[in-house]
């Protein structure tokens, strides 16, 4: 495997359901992000892991958790989402050249289109 | 609010072309910007970077970067119809998680007719 990748590539869900996202980079970096893509709207970044400090959107409802265990994988915990949810999901990584500073070159997973019915 | 603003298009070119695109951001502090491109459904690649004020070209694409005006551009010489997708122009400032990170623009949906 080579760059980023991301599972599952596709998943429908009932607001019920709990479900994780996953993403592992193979590029050595130290960053990992979770972002939201909405149809017509800017990339929405949800989370970071940057030299094992987690920062997030405040916006971003309680029903999204993420995980970094390490600095090559990182999850994203789902539970009791809404409809207004559904979205693709991607995952990026970067080499952070200074602690703090989110500015290096991102590199993004293939996504994982999420349906939430 | 920091913001990064793109005209949404659709950008119609014929092929041969030259493609123009333009983004604006607020912050003044910004020192690194980047062009991506995303086909439909697919996840953003990314183009080039730029961080000093002026030119920058990789084969058929030119960044241009004007801090004293808070604008960059990227400019596809000889447009291809494979070139048609949404270009995301993305710039460092600092964001709702309180650290310096990417903010997006909207994107500028790109089609080169045949």
């Known amino acids: 495997e080579t760059g980023v990748t991301q599972t599952p590539r596709h998943l429908v869900m009932g607001m019920t359901n709990k479900k994780s996202l996953k993403c592992e980079q193979h590029?050595?970096?130290?960053?990992m992000y979770w972002y939201k893509q909405s149809a017509k709207k800017p990339l929405e970044l949800m989370f970071v892991?940057?030299?094992?400090?987690?920062?997030e959107n405040n916006s971003v409802p309680s029903r999204f958790s993420p995980e970094c265990p390490n600095s090559s994988h990182l999850f994203l915990h789902l539970h009791t989402l809404q409809p207004e949810d559904s979205a693709l999901y991607l995952c990026?990584?970067?080499?952070?050249?200074?602690?703090?500073?989110?500015?290096?070159?991102?590199?993004f997973g293939p996504g994982t289109r999420l349906t939430v019915l | 609010q920091k913001e990064v603003e793109q005209n949404s298009g659709p950008l119609s070119v014929p092929e041969g072309a030259i493609a123009s695109l333009n983004c604006t951001y607020s912050?003044?502090?910004?020192?690194?910007f980047f062009w991506y491109r995303q086909y439909s459904g697919k996840s953003p690649e990314l183009i080039m970077s730029?961080?000093?004020?002026g030119d920058k070209e990789d084969g058929r694409f030119t960044a241009q970067l004007n801090k004293a005006s808070q604008y960059v551009s990227l400019l596809i010489r000889d447009s291809q119809p494979s070139d048609s997708a949404t270009y995301l122009c993305?710039?460092?400032?600092?964001?709702?998680?309180?650290?310096?990170?990417?903010?997006f623009g909207s994107g500028t949906r790109l089609q080169v007719q045949p």
């Open positions: 912050d003044r502090v910004s020192q690194s």
């Open positions: 993305a710039v460092n400032m600092s964001g709702d998680t309180g650290r310096r990170a990417l903010t």
């Open positions: 990026a990584s970067s080499q952070d050249a200074q602690a703090g500073w989110g500015e290096d070159t991102q590199y």
């Open positions: 892991y940057s030299l094992e400090e987690r920062v």
């Open positions: 730029i961080y000093s004020n």
């Open positions: 590029l050595g970096h130290n960053a």
